[in-house]
């Protein structure tokens, strides 16, 4: 199917983000990017590589870039939700807020189901491996005597 060049379509086109955010430089900041590609309405011909977005202005953590404020070329209509947050910057974690997560994470694997279905089935499985290797007061017994017997013969 043959699309006119001058024909109106609407595509997805990747954002791409340039620049240096003063907060993640100066602040420490983890830069967070909240949406890779924004739908837009234009020709066929005029359809962009991609949508600069400059991050130089997220100079602290409550800094924030819409897509309303994203420049786009004049023959290009951006379609999505123009209040959408695209880009922030946000606070560092502290050590203790990042064992806190790893605490919360290693309870949340907890809650899948399977996970305890499967270290019940390892607790048990270990369990009748040492019942195995436990032996009985007949066969202990047994195997006393015939350590005693190998050591007579040999001496």
Not at 16 to 44: H, S, T
Not at 55 to 76: C, G, H, Q, R
Not at 144 to 155: A, H, I, R, T
């Amino acid at each position: 199917m043959a699309v006119s060049l001058e024909e109106e379509v609407e595509v997805e086109v990747p954002l791409e983000f340039i620049g240096v955010a003063p907060a993640v430089r100066d602040l420490g900041g983890i830069f967070v990017q909240n949406v890779e590609n924004v739908e837009v309405k234009c020709k066929a011909k005029d359809i962009p590589k991609s949508i600069t977005v400059d991050i130089s202005a997220l100079a602290t953590f409550e800094d924030v870039i819409y897509l309303k404020d994203v420049p786009t070329p004049p023959s290009v209509e951006v379609i999505d939700n123009p209040d959408n947050v695209i880009a922030l910057v946000d606070e560092p974690r502290s050590e203790q807020e990042m064992e806190e997560l790893e605490q919360e994470a290693a309870a949340d694997v907890s809650q899948v189901e399977g996970v305890e279905k499967e270290e019940e089935e390892k607790e048990e499985s270990r369990e009748d491996t040492e019942k195995e290797t436990e032996e009985s007061p007949e066969k202990a017994s047994e195997r006393k005597e015939e350590v005693e017997q190998v050591k007579s013969n040999q001496d």
